[in-house]
């Protein structure tokens, strides 16, 4: 695979499943050194050993200060940041008054704060470097459906701070993109379609983004799969 990101320095939320396991290995295949974050430790030692240039660490980004060690490692371990891929997600899904307020709270941070908390943190070292944040939103972030109030409510949220960000960040050369898949063929979903996203589909997205012209943004990209003709309506 192109090396393109040899000399660069990527930090992945979510790491230890799923999508976040995929965009790791997606990126230190590339040449990137890439922090691995998430909450399980024995899934990211399971993922760090597939790769040399991977390094776990375990992180709540619910905690401030869990997220300021995240960035501070990359940028002691490896002398630089350039990418902050924030991928983290969870959802509780249901009706508004069904939903209970743990779970509202749940999904507001890990989806939002937990984003918030990384760009914070990330964005001086970003500056310096010129570098990259991608959001992982989904098309749950570009339009709502019936049980999804909570979950759609923090994609949409998440879409206005990368729109923000864009703004403020143009000047410094400070790239933000975001990305909204369909549904993926992961643990996040119970029981996905045959014909749902595969991780490394996504991650290969992920991958066109960040390594792109440097007079290219992608700004929002939506992805969908698609769907066979007998099962359109």
């Known amino acids: ?65 869990d997220v ?31 939903l209970t307020e743990q779970q509202w709270d749940q999904m507001m941070d890990v989806n939002l704060k937990g984003a918030f908390l990384a760009c914070k943190f990330a ?29 759609c409510a923090s994609k949409f949220g998440l879409q206005a701070l990368s729109d923000v960000l864009t703004q403020e960040l143009k000047k410094d050369e400070v790239k933000v993109s975001t990305l909204c898949p369909g549904s993926i063929q992961t643990e996040f979903f119970p029981d996905p379609r045959d014909h749902a996203l595969t991780p490394e589909q996504v991650a290969e997205t992920v991958w066109m983004m960040v390594t792109a012209d440097p007079g290219v943004i992608f700004n929002q990209v939506i992805m969908r799969p698609q769907v066979p003709p007998e099962l359109q309506k």
């Open 1 to 65: 695979m192109a090396d393109k990101l040899t000399s660069k320095t990527a930090i992945v939320t979510g790491a230890s499943k799923g999508l976040g396991h995929t965009l790791t290995q997606r990126l230190a295949q590339g040449g990137a050194w890439v922090i691995a974050a998430a909450r399980s430790e024995n899934r990211l030692k399971e993922l760090a050993a597939t790769h040399e240039k991977i390094i776990p660490l375990v992180t709540d980004l619910t905690h401030s200060n």
């Open 68 to 98: 300021k060690r995240m960035v501070d490692t990359a940028v002691t371990e490896t002398g630089r940041l350039d990418i902050l891929i924030n991928n983290a997600g969870l959802g509780h899904f249901g009706r508004v008054e069904e």
């Open 123 to 151: 964005i001086p070292h970003l500056i310096k470097s010129k570098g990259h944040i991608v959001n992982i939103s989904s098309v749950a972030g570009t339009v709502t459906f019936p049980g999804g109030g909570g979950y």
